[in-house]
């Protein structure tokens, strides 16, 4: 599936650090840029679609696609919940002539990373603290309490691999950070 020219720009963050909204920024003004849909066994959240937010998928679905080594990586990004990048979805970016962008964990990154070497950007985008990522999460309203727990206990983790990628924006103004993110991507892909 490597190709010289298929390219891709790997999005990671601790959830809640504003990553969603840079890359709809990207995605606005960028029409050569396609958000890389991933699998996913987590419950659709109300208004999600199949194949919009995620491929939902069954826990047994996946594991088959494991199986069948459909992923190019995937997660278990919190406890019971699968996430992965299928390669028929890159395939399907790059039979358009563009690019994939990824948003991913930072596991998930990682590996994408070690995978495509000088074809991939990868971008850790930092929260300005642990205290602007939980009151993000709560402002959301779209997690229980619970889940910010988890998500908030598991971002002090993600942020010890922030060293790990190309790039770190920290996000403290998102108009700055999204400017900050589309420089980078802009130089990479030489527009
Ligand atoms: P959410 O449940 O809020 O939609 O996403 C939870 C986390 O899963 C986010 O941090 C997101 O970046 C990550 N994620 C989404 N898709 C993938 C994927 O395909 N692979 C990996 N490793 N993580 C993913």
Redesign the pocket.
């Known amino acids: 599936m490597k190709n010289l020219a298929h390219k891709l720009i790997i999005?990671?963050?601790?959830?809640g650090s504003g990553?969603s909204s840079i890359i709809f920024y990207l995605l606005n003004h960028h029409p050569l840029l396609n958000l890389?849909i991933?699998?996913?066994t987590?419950k659709p959240?109300a208004g999600e679609k199949n194949g919009v937010?995620?491929y939902f998928l069954t826990e047994t679905d996946f594991k088959t696609k494991i199986e069948a080594n459909e992923?190019v990586?995937?997660?278990m990004?919190?406890q019971g919940?699968y996430?992965?990048?299928l390669r028929t979805e890159l395939e399907r970016i790059w039979n358009l002539g563009k690019t994939p962008i990824?948003?991913?964990?930072v596991?998930?990154?990682i590996?994408l990373k070690q995978e495509f070497g000088m074809n991939c950007l990868s971008i850790f985008i930092e929260p300005p603290s642990i205290e602007a990522l939980k009151n993000r999460l709560i402002n959301r309203g779209?997690e229980t309490p619970e889940s910010i727990i988890n998500?908030v206990s598991k971002a002090s983790y993600e942020m010890s691999f922030r060293n790990h990628f190309h790039k770190t924006i920290l996000n403290k103004d998102l108009a700055t950070a999204c400017s900050e993110t589309e420089k980078l991507i802009k130089e990479f892909l030489g527009w």
């Open positions: 999005i990671t963050a601790p959830s990553k890389s991933s699998a996913a987590r959240r937010e995620y992923f990586e995937w997660e990004v919190y919940s996430y992965g990048t990824l948003d991913i964990d596991k998930g990154g590996h779209t998500r």
